[in-house]
């Protein structure tokens, strides 16, 4: 991936979530870590273009944030915190389906796309099974297919393994492993980013460590207990 964050923060109603901040971000695998409130999903929301700077400016693979979001949109896959929220229609294949709607594909190229990201996680059973019916882990497979079918390179999951159960997590967390794109993940499942190439910590908006994930978790247990 190539993220890059010149001089780019933003704030919500005067009160600052992320402090302007430059960096640039292209490893294939990024944890962010950091207490409740610290401001890291407002950053993973910067990189997709759901949240704008309110200062500076943020590129992905090239393309402005602000000036091209649909471009940006189409780099960047992004799995929200409650997966349940992000699938709309009620029956798998349909929602999996309706991220192609728009492509220029056949109705046999579209259900072979489709086919080919359930057996890519392994929910092929569950293609049409009610989507509210699906247990957490499934639904976590399910919001991947439902965002990969549009191959974005990055993938943005955030928690991901929250209120999962010990075999969801696992399996999620190995589809995770097992991913091409490049991730990013904003996790408080500290294991699950141990062998990522970079983490971020992020602390009251700011980033306070950013280096191997047994430096960066080291400081994190700091601040937990600060
Ligand atoms: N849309 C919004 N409007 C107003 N304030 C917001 C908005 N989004 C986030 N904030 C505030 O920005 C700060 C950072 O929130 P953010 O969700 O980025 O934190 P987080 O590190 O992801 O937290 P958590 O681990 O609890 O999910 C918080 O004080 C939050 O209340």
Do not use: C, W
């Not at 933003?10 to 610290?38: K, M, Q, Y």
Request: glycine fraction near 10%.
């Amino acid at each position: 991936m190539d993220v890059r964050f010149d001089q780019a923060g933003t704030s919500f109603d005067g009160r600052t979530a992320v402090h302007p901040l430059s960096l640039s971000l292209t490893e294939r695998r990024i944890g962010i870590i950091g207490l409740n409130g610290s401001g890291k999903t407002t950053f993973a929301r910067m990189i997709n273009g759901l949240v704008q700077p309110s200062q500076g400016r943020v590129t992905v693979n090239g393309f402005d944030t602000g000036a091209d979001g649909e471009a940006v949109r189409g780099q960047v896959g992004f799995i929200f915190q409650n997966p349940q929220n992000q699938i709309i229609l009620p029956i798998l294949r349909e929602d999996i389906e309706l991220g192609l709607r728009g492509r220029k594909l056949t109705r046999g190229q579209m259900q072979d796309r489709v086919n080919g990201v359930l057996a890519r996680f392994s929910i092929g059973h569950l293609a049409d099974r009610r989507v509210h019916e699906l247990s957490g882990g499934e639904l976590q497979l399910a919001a991947l297919a439902s965002v990969l079918v549009t191959e974005p390179p990055i993938v943005i999951l955030d928690e991901p393994t929250n209120q999962l159960d010990l075999r969801n997590r696992t399996l999620v967390e190995r589809t995770l492993r097992a991913l091409d794109e490049d991730v990013l993940v904003i996790s408080h499942d500290l294991p699950l980013i141990e062998d990522y190439d970079r983490v971020l910590l992020f602390h009251e908006g700011r980033i306070v460590a950013d280096g191997r994930p047994e430096e960066v978790v080291a400081e994190y247990r700091k601040i937990a207990v600060s």
